[in-house]
Nanobody
Framework: QVQLVESGGGLVQAGGSLRLACSAS????????MGWFRQAPGKEREFVGT????????YYADSVKGRFTISRDNAKNTLFLQMNSLKLEDTAVYYC?????????????????WGQGTQVTVSS
């Protein structure tokens, strides 16, 4: 089992920045590909980005590419999501997820563990 806890959400004006964190406990953090997803009211959970277990290779959804950056600190069992140039449409609950898969996955169904989510609200 892996327990994931997100933090860092809040209210921010459009154009601003937020940094989310996801703290992991339980099994070895470095054994999992990690990802961020988000879900807006009335919409399906949406892929944001993912980072491989070791080495830092990342892959992003087109909607956030160039604005969001995923990183991880395996020594501290923590995943990060730096969000810049935030837009109104970035408003959602953001979830971190852990996957046993080695290759990139954008499907929520291919993740094994989830955090409880943190709300990000972007205002005009």
């Amino acid at each position: 089992q892996v327990q994931l806890v997100e933090s860092g959400g809040g209210l921010v004006q459009a154009g601003g920045s937020l940094r989310l964190a996801c703290s992991a406990s339980g099994r070895t953090f470095a054994n999992y590909r990690m990802g961020w997803f988000r879900q807006a009211p009335g919409k399906e959970r949406e892929f944001v980005g993912t980072i491989r277990r070791i080495g830092g290779n990342t892959y992003y959804a087109d909607s956030v590419k160039g604005r969001f950056t995923i990183s991880r600190d395996n020594a501290k069992n923590t995943l990060f999501l730096q969000m810049n140039s935030l837009k109104l449409e970035d408003t959602a609950v953001y979830y971190c997820a852990a996957s046993r898969r080695v290759e990139v996955t954008t499907s929520a169904y291919e993740n094994d563990y989830w955090g409880q989510g943190t709300q990000v609200t972007v205002s005009s």
